[in-house]
């Protein structure tokens, strides 16, 4: 077992109606609002409505229509703008991944005289950052309870994981009735997403019973709870367990102790997504079953056993290598069970740009280190099987 130093100061505030709490735990922090949120989903739910009668005693400034793959301009220049113009004291993010994203890097933002891509680019380390509260309406990333946000930069094809402890938000409001509205496409996408930021946390040279045995109770957690959730998206309870599992499976708790992963489908999938601007957990739902393909050896054969036994109820009395790869057909047979496009073709990409991407990841993400290391050649061979 590793050493660690762990530490989430965010607030949960979880179940149904909690929001009612939002101006107690706003007037702690300060009067002036940047209201953050994406391309009207919270109007048709009534929630922004909602948020606007609790907040009626604070002054709001807002910033709508933050895409899907949050875009570095306009949406974090114009965030920081606004901070820096309106004196903000603290950022209400409300939405999915991408809004919260977008504003923790706006909260980082705000706080510095420079061009704000220094800080996502890690040319500059933030000295602070806003505060953030925020309201999710999507369970997939885990954003409102870790410290890292996805920025997208479009001219240079850039896709970057930004991390820093000064990013967790203050506090999270989970209310799942807020996600009943979520489509089966986006429900289907952060399932594969939660299901994948506990695979890239359970597939490593060292892990311990105790964290194998909280990543496989959320693999199968998300596996049920989402299919209920796509034959009834009003089923407080599914939906509610889907929000939690995803809300801790992005937080590192999964891999306390354990060595380090590397993340690889993250890092192959950001450049699917930064390049052709596809749904986040469609990507890797595609690229998950095709790098476990790859990396089956002998050196890891043991995690898939113990992955298909304990996960799929694969019988253990087959041989490692039968039970390994009924283990990656299972997880390719499920993320299609759920209606997501398995090739990258039916996500409108080609091989036309694979040396290129597999060249950029080779490059920026570090993979050569990964749990089971790629080189270029790798990532390329990983790619063109997914097509
Ligand atoms: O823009 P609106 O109108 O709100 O619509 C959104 C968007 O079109 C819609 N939506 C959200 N809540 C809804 C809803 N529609 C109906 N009812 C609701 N209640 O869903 C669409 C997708 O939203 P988005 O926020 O993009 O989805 P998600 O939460 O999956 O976030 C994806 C982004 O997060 C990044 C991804 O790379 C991607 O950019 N990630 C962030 C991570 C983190 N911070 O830790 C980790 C992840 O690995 C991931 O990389
Ligand atoms: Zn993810």
Partial sequence: MQNFDYMTPTRLIFGENVI??????????G??????????SIKKIGLYDRVMELLKDFNITELPGIQPNPKYDPSVLEGVRLC???NIDVILAVGGGSVLDCSKAIAAGAKYDGDPWDLISYKVKAQAALPIVDILT???TGSEYDCGGVISRTETNDKIGYLDPLLFPVCSFLDPRYTFSVSKKQTAAGCADA??????QYFCEDATLLNDGFCEAGLKS???NTKKCL???EDYTARAEMMFACTLGCNGIYALGNSHSGWPCHGIEHALSAYYDITHGEGLAIITPRWMRHILSERTID???KYGINVFGIDPSLSKQEIAEKAIDATYAFFESINIPMHLREVGIGEERIDEMAHHIAVNEGLENAYAPLTEQDIKEILVASL
């Fill in 84 to 86: 820096k113009e309106k």
């Fill in 20 to 29: 009612e709490k939002l101006p107690e735990v706003m007037t702690a922090i």
């Fill in 222 to 224: 998300l596996m049920v």
């Fill in 231 to 233: 034959e009834n998206p």
């Fill in 195 to 200: 299901m994948n930021h506990i695979m890239e």
């Fill in 138 to 140: 999507l369970a997939a």
């Fill in 303 to 305: 995690r898939f056993v």
């Fill in 31 to 40: 009067k002036n609002v940047l209201l953050t949120y994406g391309g009207g």
